[in-house]
């Protein structure tokens, strides 16, 4: 899933500069194999990077509609840790591995999704309900974030410790995100 380059060449006005990509061990890993399950069928221990490989794996199976319910689950959970993980370097994890999904399902991804938002409806909607419901009794996940702290700056300056805030409240960011981030009631 990884695609991008280890070395890549970028093309400047005075030639050819050599561009070195750097990536920590555990940067964006995956560490459950998910496949394209129902919603009801996911675990709390499954990750946002663990997430990334069943969207991929639905929109592939050509399950749009359960891709996008994972797309949305996966970033609930990337919304979870970037309230957690102390390092602001490694929020933009989220954002990389939907690039990554872009990249390995084609131009098609954007418009099929747009199709699967348009079933699932508003905030409100039956769907919307039944994702609320299913996310409250998920409750807060209980994956480890590893894979955003290795993807920011201080998995190479260094960190003490496991590079989570001191005082997160698991339940208490959750509530807040099921109410404000997914809008449920």
Not at 94 to 121: D, K, N, S
Request: proline share 4%; glycine share 8%; hydrophobic share 40%.
């Amino acid at each position: 899933m990884r695609w991008l380059a280890v070395v890549g060449m970028l093309w400047a006005t005075q030639g050819v500069a050599q561009v070195t990509n750097y990536e920590a061990d555990g940067n964006l890993e995956s560490t459950h194999e998910v496949g394209c399950v129902a919603l009801s069928e996911l675990s709390n221990a499954y990750s946002p990077a663990d997430l990334a490989g069943g969207v991929i794996r639905c929109f592939k199976d050509d399950q749009d509609d359960r891709a996008f319910e994972m797309v949305v689950t996966m970033q609930l959970r990337t919304a979870f840790d970037t309230l957690r993980v102390e390092d602001t370097t490694a929020h933009q994890a989220g954002q990389v591995m939907m690039l990554e999904i872009q990249h390995a399902t084609g131009e098609a991804f954007g418009p099929r999704m747009q199709e699967a938002v348009a079933r699932f409806g508003d905030s409100g909607s039956p769907k919307h309900s039944a994702l609320c419901a299913q996310m409250a009794d998920f409750g807060p996940p209980t994956h480890s974030p590893r894979y955003m702290v290795q993807h920011g700056m201080t998995a190479f300056t260094g960190r003490e410790g496991d590079g989570l805030l001191d005082d997160f409240d698991p339940a208490e960011s959750w509530e807040m995100l099921l109410e404000e981030y997914l809008q449920c009631e």
